[in-house]
DNA sequence: CAAGACTCCTGACGGC
DNA sequence: TGCCGTCAGGAGTCTT
């Protein structure tokens, strides 16, 4: 699903067939695509406009206006935004007409996805933790922001909160590269793993982005139509019952917080309890 | 503060 | 073959 990587390969596609380009024709359709304030409204601000930047907060995608206004959205599970010479009247929720003659789309088939026009991103946005590729997010400030909360690993990753732009299969991969196990509490997370973990983020989100992102359905593509690649390097997700790459173990897959989450027994070895808690939840 | 449940939505998939 | 129940999942909201 559309992570940080995989806004980011929007962003970034997107962005060359947009910048300098003017809206000449604005359309919401269905219900529930604005997060905030009428179709009306927002057609009308976004009429005349010109898209000066394209860029990403979180998993966040932000077009900069020339009249210093943002239209800001999220993708959610299946929401996809491209530029396309025809149409999708099936699945598309907002349609922008460019100066080119080209359309700037907003398709969901899930319908989750959200769009709303803000004078400042902390009006469009909630709290959101720090970006994990802008150096913020190192050794020292993991161990420190571990400890200071007691959370399992699991869940504290996907909060947006506490860092931005994870979503649930960069996670699972992340603590693998960790060694870390996600019932594990992020108190009892010693500094050196602290350390690990701040350093897997990185790489596996390096690393997905050089691949364009993660296909492993119909769903996400790239704006231009490809799949991402990054799925063919999974250690964990959605490999349960196979060969872990590094150790051989069979990898698992249990539910964390109504998520499916896969890791390796022998790479990420369960903290105390662990199994039983997990064992009582499968009962429940 | 932590954590679980529930909601939105629809394509895909398993079972019979 | 076809119908139907179940699942997946980001994030907000509500409850425990």
């Known amino acids: 699903m559309p992570e940080l990587p995989e806004v980011e390969t929007v962003v970034r596609q997107v962005r060359p067939q947009v910048v300098g380009r003017t809206i000449v024709a604005a359309q919401v359709f269905g219900r529930d695509v604005l997060a905030r304030g009428t179709p009306r409204a927002f057609c009308a601000a976004l009429v005349g406009r010109r898209i000066t930047a394209v860029r990403r907060r979180a998993k966040y995608f932000v077009l900069d206006l020339d009249d210093g206004r943002l239209l800001v959205g999220h993708l959610r599970m299946t ?50 933790g720090p970006e994990p590729l802008d150096g913020e997010l190192d050794g020292a400030w993991m161990a420190a922001a571990l400890a200071a909360r007691r959370r399992l690993l699991k869940p504290l990753l996907l909060d947006q909160s506490f860092v931005a732009g994870l979503g649930n299969i960069y996670v699972d991969e992340s603590l693998h590269r960790a060694g870390l196990h996600p019932l594990r509490s992020s108190d009892g997370v010693p500094r050196q793993r602290a350390f690990a973990l701040a350093d897997a983020i990185r790489s596996v989100l390096s690393a997905a982005i050089a691949a364009e992102g993660s296909s492993f359905d119909t769903f996400y593509r790239t704006p231009e139509g490809r799949p991402g690649a990054f799925q063919d390097e999974f250690a964990v997700y959605g490999r349960d019952g196979q060969p872990c790459r590094a150790c051989g173990a069979l990898i698992r897959r249990i539910v964390v917080g109504q998520r499916g989450t896969h890791f390796c027994p022998r790479c990420q070895p369960a903290p105390r309890g662990a199994a039983r808690k997990a064992h009582m939840r499968r009962r429940t």
């Open 79 to 128: 929401g996809r935004l491209y530029v396309a010479r025809e149409p999708d009247p099936k699945r598309t929720r907002a349609r922008f007409d460019l100066d080119d003659g080209r359309l700037l789309l907003f398709t969901d088939v899930r319908k989750f996805g959200r769009l709303q026009l803000a004078r400042t991103l902390d009006e469009a946005l909630p709290a959101l």
